[in-house]
């Protein structure tokens, strides 16, 4: 499978015409009210409320390449709302009204970003649309059945969520062998560069200066060090997600995590007609080892999944350059569910890292004592995650007591990942398992296969 561009960070960019000039570094040493490290989508997102909630505050956000380079800029363009997290964990720390009172605000960010967007003039192709996830084999539908319940008893709305036979879901999108599935309403698709660079012009619209190309090499209470200067700040906020093992200090924090996507050319209006997919929904499949679609703006699709899931000792890919192995993965599972698009080239391929606590679930928090603060582990839903996190983490540092600050998310402390080669190992280990658990479900296993709960097992998802 040939592919036009591997790398050059995501399609996303090419979307828009290539990578963006960096702004300029850290002119030298300087002093703040807040420091922000990371110019993703968490720290725009606590730049901007904190600046909405009071202009007065000098905040500065450095960022070691440029505004939306990590994940913010290679994702898949879920705006989901998701809560894609144990809530048992969360029940060790907490209540179960709690949890929900969490779930249900994540859910609403799909409400507040499409807000912020539209008030603030940012074109991110957004589109309301369903989130369908599809079974093609009967484990797959088992488990699609038990998610189903699994959300209803955790009370989601019933009007949100809805059990889908064959024929249904294959009118909505006309999905190879598939059995059912079910759709949750109410998220939307985004283009996730658009996105970042949008929010990040309004952040410096409101006087928040990003200084790029700028590599923080360290930091502690007050202090933030770069090769650019020294920032000095009694507040300082960490968000750098899947590249946090790559700073001094938190190498074990949080696992970067590998996910990998391809895109086609524009799918011509006669395959439009034979594939369906008219509603634009967020597409996914309950394999073990899933993946995640939508359909672009300009009518091209997009498929992720993991691929290689995790480089030895927390390394990071090179500008989004992705293994050709991955490459032909996921053009595999592409034609597994839409064999309509066996003939239709391959323009891009990408991959870039997301951030994944040794418990799988995200944590926010705040420090008062050192005044240092964080946001991530969103272990592959941070384009809505990131808003709450924005909104949670002002609220932390202005010292409100809000609903915000009182869920269960806030100030969670897990333990750090294993030192190499045991987290390395537990990684692929897990992975294989899930791969080789989904070849026999797809060769006719009549239940789900035991070899995935043996890889959950191991690494604690």
């Known amino acids: 499978m040939d592919v036009k561009t591997n790398g050059n960070i995501s399609f996303w960019y090419a979307d828009i015409g290539g990578l963006p000039q960096k702004r300029s570094p850290l002119p030298g040493d300087r002093t703040a009210d807040v420091c922000i490290i990371g110019a993703g989508y968490t720290g725009l997102w606590t730049a901007y409320y904190l600046k909405k909630a009071n202009p007065s505050l000098d905040i500065v956000v450095v ?33 179960r009204g709690a949890v929900v009172d969490m779930q249900r605000a994540m859910a609403g960010t799909v409400d507040e970003v499409i807000r912020v967007a539209e008030t603030e003039g940012i074109d991110a192709d957004i589109l309301r649309a369903d989130n369908l996830t599809v079974a093609t084999n009967q484990p797959q539908l088992d488990r699609a059945l038990e998610e189903y319940q699994f959300y209803l008893d955790w009370e ?9 036979s064959a024929e249904e879901a294959a009118k909505r999108i006309r999905i190879a062998n598939v059995k059912g599935g079910f759709v949750i309403r109410d998220m939307a698709r985004v283009q996730p560069a658009k996105l970042v660079r949008g929010l990040a012009a309004v952040v410096e619209r409101l006087g928040v200066p990003i200084f790029e190309g700028t590599a923080v090499t360290a930091f502690e209470k007050g202090r933030v060090t770069t090769d650019r200067g020294t920032v000095r700040a009694p507040v300082i906020i960490r968000a750098t997600e899947g590249f946090t093992a790559g700073l001094a200090g938190e190498e074990r924090t949080w696992l970067p995590l590998n996910s990998a996507q391809i895109v086609t050319e524009p799918v011509p209006d006669a395959l439009w007609e034979q594939i369906g997919w008219e509603g634009h929904e967020l ?27 995790y480089r030895f000792g927390s390394k990071t890919d090179i500008n989004g350059q992705t293994q050709q192995a991955t490459i032909e993965a996921l053009h595999a599972i592409l034609t597994r569910l839409l064999p309509q698009t066996k003939s239709l080239r391959i323009d891009h391929a990408w991959c870039g890292v997301l951030g994944v606590p040794r418990d799988w679930c995200t944590t926010a928090g705040f420090d008062r004592q050192t005044g240092i603060g964080w946001a991530g582990g969103y272990v592959g839903l941070g384009v809505s995650s990131s808003n709450l996190a924005g909104r949670t983490l002002a609220d932390l540092v202005l010292g409100r007591e809000t609903a915000l600050t009182g869920l269960p998310w806030v100030n969670r402390t897990v333990r750090k990942w294993e030192p190499e080669p045991f987290r390395w190992l537990g990684v692929h280990s897990m992975y294989q398992l899930y791969r080789i658990a989904d070849e026999r479900e797809f060769a006719g296993l009549a239940q789900t296969s035991r070899l995935a709960a043996i890889a959950d097992a191991i690494t604690g998802h």
């Open 283 to 309: 597409l996914g499949d309950a394999a073990h080892a899933y993946c995640y679609a939508q359909r672009t703006r300009e009518g091209r699709i997009t498929m992720g999944g993991r691929g290689v899931p």
């Open 63 to 95: 960022e070691r390449e440029f505004a939306g380079f990590g994940a913010s800029g290679r994702n898949g363009g879920w705006l989901s709302g998701g809560f894609g997290w144990s809530r048992e964990k969360y029940l060790k720390t907490s209540t």
């Open 156 to 164: 989601m709305p019933p009007e949100q969520i809805e059990m889908l």
